[in-house]
């Protein structure tokens, strides 16, 4: 049941930060881009896989 609400709680958020972002509209090209790209990817799947590795 905690898992769930976590998920719900995350998932919500994330929602509407990603709604806004969607709005915006970030210029990043080249390899500034490519380097936020990967350094967000990165961060996501060390968090998941922290996650993951706790029980969540």
């Known amino acids: 049941m905690p898992a769930l609400v976590f998920s719900w709680i995350v ?8 709604g806004y972002l969607s709005v ?12 936020v790209w990967t350094i967000i990817h990165l961060s996501y799947f060390i968090i998941i ?8």
Request: net charge positive.
């Open 49 to 56: 896989f922290s996650l993951h590795k706790k029980g969540f």
């Open 11 to 18: 998932t919500s958020l994330l929602f509407y930060a990603l």
């Open 24 to 35: 915006m509209h970030i210029e990043l090209q080249g390899l500034s881009g490519f380097t």
